[in-house]
């Protein structure tokens, strides 16, 4: 898996509190990103980040933030949670190249 | 109407077959064409690429892109067991990807 670590892999939370989902790469690669997939809509990009400090909005932004303070982590934080978010959460890497590599993925559950 | 339109199958085909997956678009300004596999509970995984219109062939499998028609099709040669995966289609306008858009993916049984 290009060298990408998610974790947890499964987590089940309760409604409104926070949740922090961590990706950990060991390929030094520019470009993360988070999508989050669920059935009939494919995947749908979250947010990313273009280096250390430098992140940006996807198409699915709202309810989530993200922070990357080394080259290696990219953490996405749900910071209320809401049955909505429910979904697997995949990150993915890139570096510069069409394309990108992905994680296996956190399955969550808000209850 | 989405961006990127998948049938999602489920496409049951016996050990051997072609297999035919497409997929349709809307955007013009797309010109990165991409073909990622999943296995059940995994992260999806590159299989091809191809930069705007044309075919391209890797082993078993071609990807062809029609830009004029707003139309990309995968297909599998002598279908194997092994193949039977979700098979998602992606494209995006910038080569950093971050407005790549995916359709819903196919999920495809191919059946000893």
């Known amino acids: 898996d290009a060298g990408i670590t998610q974790s947890p892999r499964h987590k089940v939370t309760e409604t409104g509190t926070p949740v922090t989902l961590r990706c950990h790469q060991t390929e030094n690669h520019r470009y993360m990103y988070w999508y989050r997939q669920d059935p009939g809509h494919g995947l749908r990009l979250i947010h990313y980040?273009?280096?250390?400090?430098?992140?940006d909005k996807g198409e699915v932004s709202d309810g989530y933030s993200v922070s990357r303070s080394k080259t290696e982590d990219f953490l996405l934080t749900l910071e209320s949670a809401t049955s909505s978010q429910t979904s697997v959460y995949f990150c993915a890497i890139s570096e510069s190249a069409i394309g990108a590599f992905f994680g296996q993925g956190t399955r969550l559950t808000v209850v | 109407q989405k961006e990127v339109e998948q049938d999602p199958g489920p496409l049951s085909v016996p050990e051997g077959a072609i297999v035919s997956l497409n997929c349709t678009y809307s955007n013009s300004a797309f010109q990165y064409f991409m073909w990622y596999r999943q296995y059940s509970r995994k992260g999806p995984e590159l299989l091809m690429y191809t930069y705007s219109s044309g075919n391209k062939e890797d082993g078993r499998f071609t990807a062809q892109v029609d830009k004029s028609s707003k139309y990309i099709s995968l297909f599998i040669r002598d279908s194997q067991p092994s193949d039977s995966a979700t098979y998602l289609c992606?494209?995006?306008?910038?080569?950093?990807?971050?407005?790549?858009?995916f359709g819903a993916g196919t999920r495809l049984t191919v059946k000893p």
């Open positions: 980040s273009y280096g250390v400090k430098d992140t």
């Open positions: 992606a494209m995006s306008a910038r080569v950093n990807n971050n407005d790549m858009r």
